[in-house]
């Protein structure tokens, strides 16, 4: 029997007895304690549909990584050509082919003359670890062997690799697993709702501060390189306050510490932008790019590499020779043709444009049903990239009670109103929105429309007492 003509039932059976899944409570999972799993058949646009046949709105683009909707044809058959003419070849030690050189060169197009070279992976995670060793590897040549340690940010997210597991500042990703801590360390997350009534400019000059901080206290001549999201993104998706990338990119000049940008979630026009550090005057020396890439059709990353980093591999070659760093899969054809698909895609339907207009929508409409309501907090947004954050109602701001799991039940209830969701986001209580950058100002209003219904139920299930935090 082939897996389409399995019941739901039988889907969920063999689910629940076979695959290990990412962030899930695994034996409550294994022992069917948590809801039936969400099994989607098909998508089409901004929805997808289940194995029992219903249609929902997608929210959320997959993990934000379908931009350009679902049912592409020009990718498909992008994909299905590549795969017909030559499915696999390396790019060890010199061989190449077609699909990387075009996408390796509209990649440098689009990110100016600043970036020098591209190599590729499969994953964000995979891409920022990449970015590690470049640093090492950079600062080592250079003559810097103790500008080692990495700076990151809390409430960043970053990967679920050894290395980048570690420089995630979500401590719901670390929980049981060991992490490196002799590189890694922290700094202030840009939240200006939980910055204590700080005005923008002055968080901004706060969390440089923070950042200059740590940097002496660490000992600048120990500290290689910083690594951050445009905004944040699976912490909240908070827009980081005016001010901020310019302060923060001052410190890091005067420390020689190279600025490592992960645009995994703000890439490919999520924010409005090709890339979120054109949105925010950002001049990094290192990027990382993933799924928008492809918009999730096929598992690619890559990581942009800036000039300094491209002359110490100059210099590195000549006194180690090979460089010893790669994937089998690295430039996977398939994941190429893909990405040069979707590219081209998001450049002749004006995606960029639409998710500036359609967001400024999107984000107005939400302001307008959530802004004052019991138990919002804050409403914010880029793109469309959106988050309605929930707290406890009266006085001081604080969150609500963690075992209430208030923003998940809004968000099971969303999927009663066929909204998706994919998950609420793992700081607070905080929904975010991140639908495929294809939406309408029509699909946009729909969208908070069915949000705030599940909100509205949520809400009433609440006593007086949960609602001001005193019990949960």
């Known amino acids: 029997m082939t897996t389409s003509e399995q019941t739901p039932s039988m889907l969920e059976l063999m689910d629940r007895r076979s695959v290990l899944h990412p962030f899930t409570h695994v034996s409550d999972y294994a022992a069917g304690q948590t809801p039936a799993p969400f099994i989607v058949r098909s998508g089409s646009g901004i929805r997808v549909r289940d194995a029992a046949g219903r249609e929902l709105i997608d929210g959320f683009s997959g993990l934000y990584c379908v931009n350009v909707g679902y049912g592409q044809e020009r990718i498909v058959s992008a994909m299905t050509e590549q795969a017909r003419q030559m499915p696999f070849f390396h790019v060890f030690a010199g061989a190449t082919h077609e699909p990387a050189i075009e996408l390796a060169e509209k990649l440098l197009q689009i990110s100016g003359p600043s970036m020098k070279r591209v190599f590729f992976g499969l994953s964000g995670s995979d891409a920022n670890e990449t970015q590690v060793k470049l640093v090492w590897y950079t600062n080592n040549v250079r003559g810097f062997p103790k500008k080692k340690k990495i700076i990151a940010r809390r409430r960043g997210y970053h990967g679920a690799t050894i290395m980048t597991g570690s420089l995630t500042g979500l401590p719901a990703y670390h929980q049981g697993f060991d992490l490196v801590t002799d590189v890694v360390r922290h700094t202030t997350a840009p939240d200006g709702f939980w910055s204590g009534g700080l005005g923008p400019e002055a968080f901004a000059r706060k969390c440089a501060d923070d950042l200059e901080k740590l940097i002496l206290l660490e ?24 001010g901020y990338w310019a302060a923060m990119q001052e410190v890091l000049k005067r420390y020689d510490i190279l600025l ?26 290192l990027v990382t790019l993933a799924k928008g890439l492809t918009s999730g059709y096929a598992p690619l990353s890559a990581v942009l590499v800036g000039e300094k980093v491209w002359d110490a591999l100059q210099l590195g070659a000549a006194k180690h020779g090979m460089f010893g760093h790669g994937f089998t899969y690295t430039a ?31 984000l107005a409409s939400l302001k307008r049903r959530f802004e004052g309501e019991p138990l919002v907090g804050d409403v914010r947004g880029e793109g469309l990239f959106c988050a309605v954050e929930f707290i406890a109602e009266g006085t001081p701001q604080r969150h609500l009670p963690s075992s209430l799991k208030f923003a998940a039940r ?15 986001m ?19 209003e729909e969208i908070v429309d069915r949000l705030y219904k599940a909100y509205r139920t949520a809400l009433d299930e609440l006593t007086p007492a949960q609602r ?3 019990i949960a």
């Open 219 to 242: 000992g600048p001549e120990t500290v290689g390189g910083f690594i951050a999201e445009p905004m944040i993104g699976a912490g909240g998706a908070v827009p980081p306050p005016a």
């Open 260 to 285: 490592m940008i992960d645009e995994v979630v703000t890439g490919f026009g999520r924010v409005g932008y090709m890339l979120g550090s054109e949105r925010w005057g950002i001049q990094p020396d």
């Open 332 to 362: 996977h054809p398939l994941g190429a043709a893909a990405a040069s698909a979707n590219i081209e895609i998001i450049e002749s339907d004006n995606l960029c444009e639409n998710a500036r207009t359609v967001g400024e929508a999107l």
């Open 410 to 424: 809004v968000s099971a209830l969303a999927r009663d109103q066929q909204l998706l969701l994919s998950r609420t």
């Open 426 to 444: 793992p700081f607070g209580d905080i929904i975010g929105l991140a639908p495929p950058l294809t939406l309408s100002k029509a699909d946009a």
């Open 468 to 470: 001001s935090g005193e």
